[in-house]
């Protein structure tokens, strides 16, 4: 066990960051928009990377930890830790995948004044004075993917939540077309995926095989046996 760990092969790194991708690509693929919290948001991103940050930036902490097979669990639950300190300090957000800012203004319009008819707006920021939050819109046209994130200081968690279920059943209502970046996005992310397989294939027909009988130094290193 401990053999394997010291040693991770490749195509560890590269499913986690498939699955991600064709999830992503997925939810752009959907005729309905979809909105996630920011913090899970963050919970998947951070998911999608693990693999290559444990073949990268973690494996470097590796050897400073000894033999010890717990190693690698002490340098992901510190890679865990860093995550949730990221996600604490960052201002409550809602994603929203597959919708574009012209598309998601009159939904938060309706959201906001369906709790508080006497809402103010700046550019992409309304003021809810009688609930004590404000809210910004922040887009990405290329993506089709739009953040709305909590201005004020003094969010209130309770409202900032009656917000995102409102904006929720709203988003559930409108339909939206598939877009291209979605099945790009799908496409790669099943791609790795087939090759992560493969590695893992591989890389247990090489522990399977004799020492000696597997000559492919090549194919060796990519799978890590």
Known sequence: MNAI??????????????????????????????????????????????????????????????????????????FGLAVAVCMLVARPRLVVYNISI???????????????????????????????????????????????????????SEHWAEFGRRLRRAASRLPVRSHAVGAALAAMGGLMIVLAAWGAYRSAIAAAAPPGRTNDAGARRFVGA
């Open 5 to 78: 760990l010291d040693t991770l092969p490749l195509w560890t790194a590269v499913l986690p960051l498939g699955l991600y991708l064709l999830f992503i690509g997925v939810l752009h693929l959907r005729r309905r928009p979809l909105v996630m919290s920011g913090a899970w948001d963050g919970v998947l991103l951070a998911a999608g990377l693990t693999g290559l940050a444990m073949v990268g930036p973690l494996a470097l902490l590796r050897p400073a930890l000894g033999g010890s097979m717990w190693g690698w669990l002490i340098v992901l639950l510190a």
């Open 102 to 156: 012209d598309q998601l203004r009159p939904l938060v319009a309706e959201v906001v004044s369906s709790l508080d008819p006497t809402a103010r707006w700046a550019g992409e920021t309304a003021a809810l004075p009688a609930r004590g939050l404000q809210v910004q819109i922040e887009g990405n046209g290329g993506l089709r993917t739009a953040t709305i994130v909590a201005a004020g200081e003094r969010a209130s």
